[in-house]
């Protein structure tokens, strides 16, 4: 089983992630991070943990683990 990290203060709220994400399992969250971007949240339900997220952000927002 694979778990997803996202470290919100890193994001710029790009949308490259939700764009790529094949289970549309990624979005905005309401929380403004310290930056003033809305980062993303992830519903780990639809979640496959796939890394298309990892490899499309630009600011290493994501990172995926073994559990």
């Known amino acids: ?3 997803i990290t996202i470290y ?12 790529f994400c094949p289970r ?3 979005s905005f969250s309401e929380e403004i991070n310290s ?3 809305k980062p993303v949240q992830v519903d780990e339900e639809r979640c496959i943990a796939c890394g ?3 490899s499309m952000c630009p600011d290493y927002v994501f990172e995926i683990t073994k559990e």
């Open 8 to 19: 919100r203060e890193r994001c710029k709220a790009c949308g490259y992630c939700i764009n």
């Open 52 to 54: 298309i997220c990892y």
């Open 24 to 26: 549309e399992a990624l």
């Open 1 to 3: 089983m694979k778990k």
């Open 35 to 37: 930056k003033g971007y």
